[in-house]
């Protein structure tokens, strides 16, 4: 078993000295001192307070994640000259190397037949675009996103799409959150956080399940190491035993540095992958037994509390233990834990979104947060970790297949139109569509569909068989080259947030929404995102009773986006006012659910039902050295694994395979296979692996969660086969 190494600390100041380094001093200072929200996370740094500040104006210290977004934009320009090579020399780069070909700095071509892509001019490929969007039948095309695009180009993307004639609109948070939005719908009739900065810094416990902050939101880290330092508590649920999560040693504090890092966990709980259900629902078990519930919350603020707690009551002790693999006096000290606080905040990430019962994850949580009270008021509360730093904006101006009702009605009466009324397709229901032969054209504005989709080879198809895909990126990624050879494809090179030519805003995972100024010239060829839809709209719907071309400017996309939604009232204002706001109606510091009857739910689920197909569950998850897709480094300095191609397993299980660390196997599922991956032993339960995404995509079904349409990425079934 290696030995658990403290994350952050020395180690990553050397590694932001060397990006900063590789990028050039004064080119990095500009781009991480400039008033734009990070790039990374979504937990919203940076906006008007100036680059490395949170929400309440601190200035904790320099993220590496910062920097390692920063470095893949300030990159130079892609030469022209290797648009000569084929499209089969690109699909021959890794993920990290077609990166770190630099920015792209003028559209390419590639037509149906061809095997290259060329060089065109803009009016071109405008022209291209409009010609072939406009020979599409609507129905048969769909409009993705991914989430860092600005809330600007994400509302003219899908008033496009809709005044085009299809509701075919998604981001990627289909393969993210989408499971926390429905259940919070469900539950508390809202889908974001209940909670802002400010009451992190008021919790004395708070709960991180399923997620990995040190990789992934490391500005978390320092709220739970404060957590810690003033007498609270967090506990750490997830069936890896996180390095990061046990120590961490944070950059800012020479004390924490010394002594090797300083504790996060305080109780850190390991259920098998894909059983948290039966540990909350054991959690609840033990409150109730101590008759710690919160009666007089739950008779006035909630409803169908009796039906949770009779079932909860029918569920035996065995059962829970069983299912989950913790054992009962480790539950018990758990809500013991739990017992004894006053404000308790839950956080989560994808380790509760990808399963097939992704919805009833979160249910639970949210049942095991109301079991005492713990939403609605101040300090408490339940926090989804958001993935891309505006996924959440992208998804509340409306870049999703259903609007509601009243948001249709104000955009049909605003702008004198009206939108299709077919029902929209979710991501996954479009690429099967693809799959299908029934998708003519896709507008695909950021991210990098084919990585994360699961089961590539499925994805490859299904891209492939798209007759026109028009990107609009900033670098290129294997998305770009994987399925690129039966169809059209145009490639469009944007402005990054900070070089966009007017400000624009971003909505952070704590509601609050940011204003990024923009503004740094670094290429000629490039265009803002608003700009571009707005000039396709312009040519496509030359009959609309208004110009189109008004959306490539941002103060008029903000006043309307306020006309649509009025909880968004502010951003007619912020680029003056340079105010930045938490969005109406979100934090529950009271408890006024937006319910119909004004109280939170309690949902009852039963335990997922049991797989013996294979013997194995595999979870697919990020490394330290990526963003997504992006790679910026083969080797996880958290993990120690030393390249991505491993597979992280009990050390039990290694022994009864007959193989040794360092030695190889075969990954196998329904869906593909995983040739000679190299064995990790890490502390995970007997009976589950851990593997990198998106290379473990090979790996992943395309099945979804009814509830969310959310693929199953971290509970894949799978066999090993030890003698490859
Ligand atoms: N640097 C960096 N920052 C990022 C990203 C990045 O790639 N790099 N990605 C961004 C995006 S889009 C997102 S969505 C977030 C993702 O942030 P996270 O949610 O932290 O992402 P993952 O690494 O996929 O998985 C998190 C954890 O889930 C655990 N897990 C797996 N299965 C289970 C389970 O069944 N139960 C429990 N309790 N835990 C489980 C894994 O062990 C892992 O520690 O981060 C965002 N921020
Ligand atoms: N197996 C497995 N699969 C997964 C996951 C998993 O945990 N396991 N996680 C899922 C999750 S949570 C998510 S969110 C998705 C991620 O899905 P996506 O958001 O679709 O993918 P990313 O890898 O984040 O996209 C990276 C690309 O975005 C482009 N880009 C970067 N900056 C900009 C910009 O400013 N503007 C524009 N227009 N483009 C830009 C670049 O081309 C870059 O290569 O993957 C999902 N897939
Ligand atoms: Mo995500």
Redesign the pocket.
């Known amino acids: 078993m290696p030995v658990a190494q403290a994350g952050g600390g020395a180690k990553k100041i050397l590694y932001t000295l060397a990006t900063v380094n590789r990028i050039g001093v004064a080119k990095a200072a500009k781009a991480l001192t400039a008033h734009n929200t990070c790039?990374a996370c979504a937990l919203g740094m940076g906006g008007q307070k100036g680059g490395m500040t949170n929400e309440l104006g601190e200035f904790p210290a320099v993220c590496n994640k910062s920097v390692q977004?920063q470095s893949?934009?300030i990159q130079d320009e892609i030469p022209v000259e290797v648009f000569d090579h084929p499209t089969s020399d690109f699909r021959d780069l890794t993920?990290r190397e077609?990166?770190r070909l630099g920015r792209l700095g003028f559209p390419v071509l590639k037509r149906k037949g061809e095997d290259r892509f060329s060089r065109i001019s803009w009016d071109d490929a405008m022209a291209f675009a409009a010609e072939r969007f406009q020979a599409t039948d609507p129905s048969r095309s769909f409009f993705?996103?991914?989430?860092?695009?600005s809330n600007e180009?994400g509302f003219v993307l899908q008033l496009l799409a809709r005044l085009y004639g299809t509701n075919n609109v998604n981001?990627?948070?289909y393969?993210?959150?989408q499971a926390t939005g429905v259940a919070l719908g469900s539950t508390i009739g809202t889908g974001t956080s209940t909670v802002e900065l400010a009451d992190l810094t008021r919790a004395d416990l708070i709960f991180v399940i399923g997620a990995n902050p040190s990789s992934n939101h490391p500005r978390f880290i320092h709220q739970l190491r404060a957590c810690r330092e003033r007498g609270g508590e967090v506990i750490v649920i997830n069936p890896a035993k996180e390095p990061g999560l046990q120590k961490f040693a944070l950059p800012k504090s020479p004390k924490s540095l010394l002594s090797g890092g300083s504790d996060i966990a305080s109780l850190y709980v390991q259920p098998k992958i894909g059983e948290d259900m039966a540990l909350f629902k054991g959690i609840a078990k033990a409150v109730l037994e101590q008759k710690g519930e919160a009666q007089d919350f739950l008779t006035h603020q909630t409803e169908g509390a009796e039906h949770y707690i009779a079932a909860i009551k029918a569920l035996s002790w065995d059962e829970i233990t069983r299912r989950c693999g913790v054992a009962q006096p480790e539950i018990e000290k758990l809500a013991g834990l739990y017992l004894a606080s006053e404000n308790a905040v839950f956080a989560w990430g994808?380790g509760m979104?990808?399963h097939l019962h992704g919805v009833q994850n979160i249910e639970e949580i949210a049942a095991l947060a109301l079991l005492r009270g713990m939403i609605g008021r101040p300090g408490a509360g339940l926090l989804p970790l958001r993935?891309?730093s505006n996924?959440q904006g992208i998804g509340t101006i409306g870049v999703k297949p259903v609007l509601a009702e009243d948001v249709v009605q104000r955009i049909e009466a605003r702008f004198g139109v009206s939108l299709p009324e077919e029902t929209g397709m979710d991501t996954m229901a479009c690429m099967q569509a693809a799959h299908a032969g029934e998708m003519e054209a896709a507008l695909?504005?950021?991210?990098?569909?084919y990585?994360?989709?699961?089961n590539s080879e499925f994805a490859r198809e299904a891209l492939d068989r798209i007759g026109f895909k028009l990107?609009?990126?900033?670098?290129?990624?294997q998305?770009?080259f994987q399925g690129c050879e039966a169809g059209d494809v145009l490639i469009l090179p944007?402005?990054?947030?900070d070089e966009e030519w007017e400000p624009t805003t971003q909505e952070s995972m704590f509601n609050y929404v940011r204003l990024s100024d923009g503004g740094i010239k670094r290429f000629d060829g490039v265009r803002p995102?608003s700009r571009i839809l707005s000039d396709l709209g312009q040519r496509i719907l030359p009959d609309l009773p208004f110009d189109f071309e008004a959306f490539g400017r941002h103060a008029s996309v903000r006043k309307a986006i306020a006309e649509v939604l009025p909880e968004l009232d502010e951003l007619k204002e912020i680029e003056v006012a340079k105010r930045e706001f938490h969005i109406k109606g979100r934090l529950l510091h009271k408890p006024d659910f937006k319910t119909t009857s004004g109280k939170a739910r309690f949902q009852v689920n039963s335990l997922p039902p049991v797989s013996s197909d294979r013997p194995f569950t595999l979870?697919?998850?990020?490394s330290e050295g990526q963003?997504?897709?992006?790679i910026y480094e083969e080797k996880d300095s958290y993990r120690g694994t030393p390249h991505r191609w491993v597979v992280m397993m009990n050390a039990e299980d290694i022994e009864r395979l007959g193989k040794q660390e360092g030695e190889t196997v075969d990954l196998v599922s329904e869906a593909g296979r995983m040739e000679a991956v190299e064995i990790y032993a890490f502390d995970v339960p007997e009976g589950n692996l851990l593997a990198y995404?998106?290379e473990?995509?090979v790996?992943?079904a395309t099945e979804v969660d009814p509830r969310s349409k959310t693929?199953a990425?971290?509970s894949?079934k799978v066999s090993v086969d030890t003698t490859a």
Do not use: Q
């Not at 944007?494 to 947030?497: F, H, K, M």
């Not at 979870?619 to 990020?622: D, E, G, K, V």
């Open positions: 790039k977004a893949t934009d993920p077609t990166e993705y996103s991914s989430g860092r695009s180009a981001n990627c948070s393969y993210c959150h994808m979104t990808h993935g891309h996924v695909i504005m950021g991210g990098n569909l990585a994360a989709n699961p990107f609009l990126t900033t670098t290129l990624n998305g770009h944007v402005t990054a947030r995102e979870a697919t998850l990020r963003f997504n897709s992006i995404y998106p473990a995509n790996l992943t693929p990425f971290k894949v």
